[in-house]
């Protein structure tokens, strides 16, 4: 799967008033077809994204961090309209956690004995539907690779901004091993959030701070 080559959906996002014109654009030379194409790709593309996943991953392939932020939130938002209607139809507890335990998630939830019979139908809706389940943790893995990205931006500025060499190295490693752990997908009637989503950011925060390179 060549994530960067010629126009794909993520140009489009890229540059919403290029998209509007693009699409108009089709519109007109009688390509009616756009939405399906586009829903098409969104269901399709699960083992083209498991293959470019592992070349990413395995430093065969790269994307910028731009595309790869593109790809969370295009593939996030079918996933989150499903949860959340899902969820709102069982009348599930709010705030649940989806946690990755041996390959599977699981529904995580403080619940009452009522509302636990709603998290186990939830349960057996993950459990029957691998689709689901694979998309999920494609998001979560997606997430983690832009997260050490940036962090690897974030460590660039630190050394920039006249942070030691050794502070540099620490937060890298710190860094790295914290965005690793965070595999969680936390689930409201508001949002749908990947638990690693934007940590990169807030280490850096932190690390600017305690460095005192932050102003």
Same mark, same amino acid.
């Given at each position: ?6 126009? #794909?959906?993520?140009?489009?996002? $890229?540059?919403?008033?290029? #998209? ?29 994204? $498991?293959?470019?996943?592992? @070349?990413?991953?395995? +430093?065969?392939?790269? =994307? ?43 529904? =995580? ?25 694979? @998309? ?6 997606? #997430? ?24 540099? =190295? $620490? ?16 689930? #409201? ?22 460095? +005192?390179?932050?102003?």
């Amino acid at each position: 799967m060549q994530i960067q080559t010629g126009q #794909s959906l993520f140009d489009y996002l $890229d540059n919403p008033q290029k #998209s509007q014109q693009n699409l108009e654009q089709l519109a007109s030379n009688g390509h009616q077809n756009m939405r399906a194409e586009l829903t098409e790709l969104s269901d399709t593309s699960r083992e083209q994204m $498991d293959e470019a996943l592992k @070349k990413m991953e395995s +430093g065969e392939s790269s =994307v910028k961090l731009q595309t790869l932020d593109n790809m969370i939130a295009f593939n996030l938002r079918p996933v989150a309209a499903e949860l959340q209607d899902l969820s709102g139809r069982l009348g599930l507890p709010q705030p649940l956690t989806l946690e990755q335990q041996q390959g599977k998630w699981q529904v =995580v939830s403080e619940s009452s004995e009522q509302q636990s019979k709603s998290v186990e139908r939830m349960q057996q809706y993950l459990d029957a539907n691998q689709p689901l389940q694979e @998309k999920l943790s494609q998001l979560s893995r997606l #997430s983690e690779m832009h997260e050490w990205g940036k962090t690897r931006e974030f460590a660039a500025e630190l050394k920039t901004q006249g942070a030691a060499e050794e502070k540099v =190295v $620490d937060f890298l490693s710190h860094s790295r091993e914290h965005i690793k752990g965070l595999n969680d997908i936390s689930l #409201s009637s508001d949002e749908v959030r990947l638990q690693s989503r934007g940590e990169a950011q807030r280490l850096f925060d932190v690390a600017s701070k305690n460095l +005192g390179l932050n102003g």
